[in-house]
C-alpha cells in the first residue's frame, strides 16, 4: 500500500517549454515591451529593437553581422538564398535535423544529400561529407546536434579546398565553443533560432551571422522581399520573401539576449542521464 506514495515522492518535475516553467521572462521583458509599444513603432525597417539586438548578437558571437528574422528555419533558408543554387545543385546536410532545415533547400530548387553522422555524437565529419561531394555540390549544411559542435576545422577545409561555403544551424548551440571559436562564425553563415524551446525565446524568430558583406547584404535583402532599403534607387531586386521579425519579438528577445549566459549555464549543469 506504501509503494505508490514512495513512487509520487520520486517524481522529479522539469521545466517545460510549453509554459511558464520552461521560461526566463519577467520585468526586464516587459519593459522592453513598453518602450517599443510607447514608440509606436512595430516594423523593423524603421524601429531600433531589432537593430539593437542584431548589433548586440554580433558583438557576443564576434561576427561581423547579424540579422534577425521570423523563425530558425527563415534563418536558414536565408542562408540557403545567400548561396543562390540553380535548380538541381547539391547541398550536402545531415540526416538528424528538423524539417524546418529541409524545407529552405527544396525552396531553392536544390537537392538534399544526406551524409552519414557519427554514431557517438550524432553530427556529419569531414569524413561523412567528403563521400557525398559531386561537382554539383553548392553547399555544406552542418548542424550542430544538442548543443554539441560538429568538428568544425577538417569540415571547413575541406570545403575550402573545394571552393564550397559552409553554413551552420546552431539553434540548439548558443554560445557553443570549440577551440575558444563560437560556432556559427566558423562557416560562412550561422543560423540560430529564437523558438519557444531553446536558449532564449520570442515564441518564434531567428537569427543568421556572417562575416562577409555581400552574404549579410543578400540576407538582409531576402528578409525584407528583396527591397533595397537605404538604396539610392531602391527595387525588389530578386524573388524573396517577407521574412522580417517585429520590434516586439526583437524587444523581447532583447532582454533574453542578457539571459542568455545563464540559460547556458543551467542548460549545462542538467544531468543528462
Given at each position: 500500500?506504501?509503494?505508490?506514495?514512495?513512487?509520487?515522492?520520486?517524481?522529479?518535475?522539469?521545466?517545460?517549454?510549453?509554459?511558464?516553467?520552461?521560461?526566463?521572462?519577467?520585468?526586464?521583458?516587459?519593459?522592453?515591451?513598453?518602450?517599443?509599444?510607447?514608440?509606436?513603432?512595430?516594423?523593423?525597417?524603421?524601429?531600433?529593437?531589432?537593430?539593437?539586438?542584431?548589433?548586440?548578437?554580433?558583438?557576443?558571437?564576434?561576427?561581423?553581422?547579424?540579422?534577425?528574422?521570423?523563425?530558425?528555419?527563415?534563418?536558414?533558408?536565408?542562408?540557403?538564398?545567400?548561396?543562390?543554387?540553380?535548380?538541381?545543385?547539391?547541398?550536402?546536410?545531415?540526416?538528424?535535423?528538423?524539417?524546418?532545415?529541409?524545407?529552405?533547400?527544396?525552396?531553392?530548387?536544390?537537392?538534399?544529400?544526406?551524409?552519414?553522422?557519427?554514431?557517438?555524437?550524432?553530427n556529419v565529419?569531414?569524413?561523412?561529407?567528403?563521400r557525398c561531394l559531386s561537382?554539383?555540390?553548392?553547399?555544406?549544411?552542418?548542424?550542430?546536434?544538442?548543443?554539441?559542435?560538429?568538428?568544425?576545422?577538417?569540415?571547413?577545409?575541406?570545403?575550402?579546398?573545394?571552393?564550397?561555403?559552409?553554413?551552420?544551424?546552431?539553434?540548439?548551440?548558443?554560445?557553443?565553443?570549440?577551440?575558444?571559436?563560437?560556432?556559427?562564425?566558423?562557416?560562412?553563415?550561422?543560423?540560430?533560432?529564437?523558438?519557444?524551446?531553446?536558449?532564449?525565446?520570442?515564441?518564434?524568430?531567428?537569427?543568421?551571422?556572417?562575416?562577409?558583406?555581400?552574404?549579410?547584404?543578400?540576407?538582409?535583402?531576402?528578409?525584407?522581399?528583396?527591397?533595397?532599403?537605404?538604396?539610392?534607387?531602391?527595387?525588389?531586386?530578386?524573388?524573396?520573401?517577407?521574412?522580417?521579425?517585429?520590434?516586439?519579438?526583437?524587444?523581447?528577445?532583447?532582454?533574453?539576449?542578457?539571459?542568455?549566459?545563464?540559460?547556458?549555464?543551467?542548460?549545462?549543469?542538467?544531468?543528462?542521464?
Amino acid at each position: 500500500m506504501t509503494q505508490p506514495a514512495m513512487l509520487e515522492e520520486a517524481v522529479i518535475t522539469l521545466p517545460s517549454d510549453q509554459e511558464a516553467s520552461g521560461r526566463s521572462f519577467g520585468r526586464e521583458e516587459i519593459e522592453e515591451l513598453v518602450k517599443v509599444i510607447e514608440s509606436g513603432t512595430l516594423t523593423c525597417t524603421k524601429g531600433t529593437a531589432c537593430a539593437t539586438l542584431e548589433k548586440r548578437f554580433a558583438e557576443l558571437l564576434g561576427a561581423r553581422y547579424a540579422i534577425a528574422c521570423a523563425s530558425g528555419s527563415a534563418a536558414v533558408h536565408c542562408a540557403i538564398a545567400a548561396v543562390d543554387p540553380e535548380p538541381g545543385d547539391e547541398i550536402v546536410t545531415t540526416p538528424i535535423t528538423d524539417m524546418g532545415a529541409l524545407a529552405p533547400i527544396l525552396y531553392q530548387g536544390a537537392i538534399p544529400v544526406f551524409a552519414d553522422v557519427d554514431p557517438y555524437t550524432g553530427n556529419v565529419t569531414a569524413a561523412t561529407i567528403a563521400r557525398c561531394l559531386s561537382p554539383r555540390t553548392k553547399a555544406i549544411v552542418v548542424t550542430h546536434l544538442f548543443g554539441n559542435p560538429c568538428e568544425m576545422e577538417p569540415i571547413v577545409e575541406l570545403a575550402s579546398k573545394h571552393g564550397i561555403p559552409v553554413l551552420e544551424d546552431c539553434a540548439q548551440a548558443y554560445l557553443a565553443r570549440q577551440k575558444g571559436k563560437h560556432v556559427g562564425t566558423y562557416g560562412a553563415v550561422g543560423c540560430f533560432s529564437l523558438q519557444q524551446g531553446k536558449h532564449i525565446t520570442t515564441g518564434e524568430g531567428g537569427l543568421c551571422v556572417t562575416n562577409d558583406p555581400d552574404v549579410a547584404r543578400r540576407i538582409r535583402l531576402f528578409v525584407n522581399k528583396a527591397w533595397g532599403y537605404g538604396d539610392a534607387n531602391p527595387d525588389h531586386y530578386f524573388l524573396a520573401l517577407n521574412y522580417r521579425l517585429t520590434e516586439l519579438q526583437g524587444a523581447v528577445a532583447l532582454a533574453q539576449l542578457a539571459k542568455l549566459p545563464s540559460g547556458v549555464d543551467q542548460r549545462r549543469a542538467w544531468p543528462t542521464g
